[in-house]
């Protein structure tokens, strides 16, 4: 019977082998904080994992100036960031941005763009590995788009008059390595705070803050440079993986969407048989590693990779069986199912961890299934179930 299986199995493990050398990536998937100033002058940090500043790696005095805003943001799905230029009369630019720091070929620009912002800010704030557009003026007013393909501004998601005031610039940063964005919000005096984002975009919990950070800047901007090194995304085969020496924790799928034979996965809890969650099954599989994670073990699944976009555009036509992104892979609405013949499982998700927490909803039938995707999942999954027919 084909269907997907959530095993944990007890079986000691009598010892754990760890596949040689590394995944094959350049990119230290850490972000860089950039001060600028209006006139030019600019700064390259490497922020420490407490949220300090690290060494200034890069700086000058000849950057484009007079923008009153910067921000990145992966514009093109190429998992490498572009970079914003915003002035609050509505000019504004997009630039690629080269590993060295420097800008690269202009991309498009205009003089009509929202204006009157102090602040924007790049942030998947739903969890569907889409960066949203948080524009925030001083005084509290704020609003989050949407982002379009060209970098305009779609659906407004939500917004009000009540947001932590009195900032000069804020940055969206992975500080803490659980691939969810916190807040920095920096006042030109040097003050500062780090916030933890609530899902509906609001401040959560004060993870840190003073009065002593670098002052006298107009903006500051998280960007993945990479040290110098080209973006690549990580990718790796079968075999016992150790989580952090030979493989940095993030999200993770396979590049075949069907297994003739099957694929079996582990995140491993520790080195003596201790399983955090695993699955064997037949058809592709995106999984999150988490940092606790002693170890990750795939068998029979192939190439994995970090790039999400590996099946190109959202799609509203037929969908066989596996893991998919809403919203990247899927869009939201009505689906249904082709043969359930076999049994057919599926899942609506909020994470791809292989907890059961994570589970929306789900259902094993015999019958033609029904399944309303919300835009605010983020993870889709069958198996058994034939294809999928997007109803609308």
Known sequence: MARFLRILVAVALAAVMFAPGAPASASDDNDELLFYRTDGLFRYHDPTSSGLL??????????????????????????????????????????????????????????????????????????????????????????????????????KVRGGNNYTRGWSSIAGIDLDGDNREE??????????????????????????????????????????????QPARPVTFGDGNWRIGSSLPPGTYRTTSQVFPDYCYWERSADFSGGINANAFTTVGQIVTIEAGDAAFESDGCGTWTSRMNILGRRTTATLPGGAYLVSTDVSPGLWVNSDSSDGCYWERLSGFSGDGSEILDNDFTDNTAYVEVLPSDVGFFSEGCGTWTWLG
Not at 59 to 86: C, H, K, P
């Open 54 to 155: 690290g060494s200034a790696f890069l700086g000058g005095s000849n950057y484009t100036r007079n923008w009153d805003v910067i921000t990145a943001l992966d514009l093109d799905g190429d998992g490498q960031d572009e970079v914003l230029f915003y002035r609050t009369d509505g000019l504004y630019a997009f630039f690629d941005i080269r590993s060295d720091g420097s800008l690269g070929s202009k991309i498009r620009g205009g003089n009509n763009y929202t204006r009157g912002w102090d602040s924007i800010v790049a942030i998947d704030l739903d969890g569907d590995r889409r960066d949203e557009l948080l524009f925030y003026r001083a005084d509290g007013l704020y609003a989050f788009f949407d982002v379009t393909s060209t970098g305009g501004t779609g659906t």
């Open 183 to 228: 807040l920095l919000f920096y006042r030109t005096d040097g003050l500062y705070a780090f916030f933890d984002v609530t899902s509906t975009g609001g401040t959560g919990t004060k993870i840190r803050g003073g009065n002593n950070y670098t002052r006298d800047w107009d903006v500051i901007v998280a960007i993945d440079l990479d040290f110098g």
